[in-house]
């Protein structure tokens, strides 16, 4: 499929990056044992969730997302989100702050704004001008929350909650968009 005429998608075409986010989320399926399974179902506090990982730009626009078990860490699906997109400063809660994404940042050239874990021996300075930008990703939430079908995760089967996500994710677009 050709480049994306969309502003936003300018770097790589949207088609690509919901390729990966399918590939990604039929390969996050583990066993049982593991926990999680086929459904992205996993134990956390709050019982049987699901974690929603999101890539957003510069304006709060969702650009990809995937699904994880509610016990996945944050900084292991990180890096297969940002395959195929390029910018410049990489925004992030301490959750990715891993020596793995700093290093992949550091390859590339791109400033990693993330905040040093408490238990990090040597803190790693950030930038906190560009760190107050993170809330956008934190609105982009608080939108899709409107949403109760992804809140309470109505849905039985990962497939049809990641299309609901997919369809919150475009009206929110649609509103943000001009």
Known sequence: MAQSSQ?????SSLSSRWATASRLLAASGTTSK???????????????TSKIHALVDDRGRPLCFLLTPGQAADCRHAL????????????GDRG?????IRDWCAEREIEAVIPSKRNRKVPIPHDRQAYQKRHRV?????????????????????????????????????????
């Open 96 to 100: 990715y702050d891993t020596d793995a």
């Open 138 to 178: 934190e609105n982009l939430f608080c939108r899709i929350k409107d949403f109760t079908r992804i809140v309470l995760r109505k849905c039985k089967t990962s497939c049809s909650y990641a299309g609901f996500i997919s369809l919150a994710f475009a009206l929110v677009n649609s509103q943000l968009c001009p």
């Open 34 to 48: 593991s926990g999680g399974g086929a459904q992205d179902l996993g134990r956390s506090r709050g019982g049987l």
């Open 80 to 91: 297969a989100l940002l395959q195929g997109v390029t910018f410049a400063h990489l925004i």
């Open 7 to 11: 502003p936003w998608a300018a770097d």
